[in-house]
């Protein structure tokens, strides 16, 4: 689940420390704890050893592109949202990171209000599908087919075989 009371970790990518220092700036003030990194290969150490709860990267860097450590996230931890920035956007960039599941992707400049505005989004959709997952696990738990206790090896059976027909679209009928 989400971490309660605790700052959003955000990872920040961009090799012009200016705007690196800019966003830092920005994002802490927001509340966020943010780890602001030029080299994109220390970002990809950074990632093996810490979690972060997103990434936000610029698409051209000189020694690794935002595309390739987009791919680094998503191999590392595929739920970990990711938004890039670029000054060079291209429709076919924009196509290939959403096929590698980029969060969101946007062209500088930009407007900081909204590159905030998909962080929270980000973040949020983060959040519910987290919520999703731990509900779906907690009434599988409850409910599922595995909380059903048993004295009866016919009994076992018949779960058995209801299993089995459950992976079909046949149509069942238990008889007793």
Known sequence: MSKLNTKNKILLVDDDKHILSLMKIRFESQGYEVEALEDPVIALNALKCTVFDLVVTDLKM???????LLDAVKSINPKVPVILMTAYGSIETAIEATKKGVFSYITKPFDPRNLLL???????????????EFLQKMIETRYGVSSI????????KVIEKTLQA?????SVAIFQ
């Open 149 to 156: 206790l048993t004295c009866s090896d016919k009994m076992d």
């Open 166 to 170: 459950a992976t079909t679209y046949a």
């Open 62 to 68: 000189t020694s690794l592109d935002g595309i390739a």
């Open 118 to 132: 998909m962080i929270e989004k980000a973040l949020e959709k983060q959040r519910l599908e987290e919520k999703v």
